[in-house]
């Protein structure tokens, strides 16, 4: 009993982790560059709409398993969300310019689905 127990758990725990993996985008590349401080992330948003379809339907955990965490998370009306992940240097870069940052956008549906992807 102690054994199905224990395999339930360990199911369960397997079951919630998700790994997604996009072809031709790098996922690392993406996540090391947090706050676009090193440019990386704005060379990257070209790639970024050409995966716009297979982000599109992900959940809040799967997209954090392509992209990280997201910079801002904002709390919309009726259980909505929205994740914001720098794209362009930030202000506290120093190689920040002053021309109007670059964002990702991910708005999430009431049950956690990606509905909308904009770079604004």
């Known amino acids: 009993m102690k054994r199905i127990f224990l395999l339930i758990i360990v199911f369960t725990i397997l079951s919630c982790t998700k790994s997604i993996n996009i072809e031709g985008f790098n996922q690392n590349e993406w996540q090391q560059d947090k706050n676009g401080c ?3 992330r704005s ?3 070209k790639t970024i709409l050409g995966i716009k379809s297979e982000l599109l339907g992900l959940d809040t ?7 990280g965490r997201p910079n801002k998370t904002i709390l919309g009306e009726r259980s909505q969300k929205k994740f914001i992940y720098n794209i362009s240097p930030i202000e506290s870069c120093e190689n920040h310019s002053t021309e109007k940052e670059t964002k990702l956008f991910i708005r999430f549906n009431a049950v956690g689905l990606a509905y909308e992807i904009i770079i604004n």
Request: net charge negative.
């Open 38 to 40: 090193e440019g990386i």
């Open 43 to 45: 060379t990257m948003t």
């Open 61 to 67: 955990d799967e997209v954090i398993s392509v992209l």
